[in-house]
Nanobody
Framework: QVQLVESGGGLVQAGDSLRLSCAAS????????MGWFRQVPGKEREFVAA????????YYADSVKGRFTISRDNAKNTVYLQMISLKPEDSAVYYC???????????????WGQGTQVTVSS
């Protein structure tokens, strides 16, 4: 019932910034908590950030806290991930996901986007 499309990935240098976007279908976007996850080939997908439907509560992985900011614009059915001070170890495919409750557990998310590639060079 919910389709998600990520965009904004690309190739940047260490220390640069990127803003990822995730556009959602449907008319009940504000009812869903949204999360960002990332995955490197050969490694497990890991949690990055999540935000409540209202935007009033957020969670961040320790590895990105202070550098990444998750936000949402419910009028545009869009969630964002602002990334600053990017490091080579941030390189991954970034996925957005939607769920009815705010959680960092990826198994709880019912809907997933196709992913967008972020590559950070040194």
């Amino acid at each position: 019932q919910v389709q998600l499309v990520e965009s904004g990935g690309g190739l940047v240098q260490a220390g640069d910034s990127l803003r990822l976007s995730c556009a959602a279908s449907g008319r009940t976007f504000s009812s869903y908590a949204m999360g960002w996850f990332r995955q490197v080939p050969g490694k497990e997908r890991e949690f990055v950030a999540a935000i409540a439907g209202s935007g009033g509560r957020t969670y961040y992985a320790d590895s990105v806290k202070g550098r990444f900011t998750i936000s949402r614009d419910n009028a545009k059915n869009t969630v964002y991930l602002q990334m600053i001070s990017l490091k080579p170890e941030d390189s991954a495919v970034y996925y957005c996901a939607a769920d009815r409750v705010l959680t960092i557990s990826q198994i709880a998310y019912a809907y997933w986007g196709q992913g967008t590639q972020v590559t950070v060079s040194s």
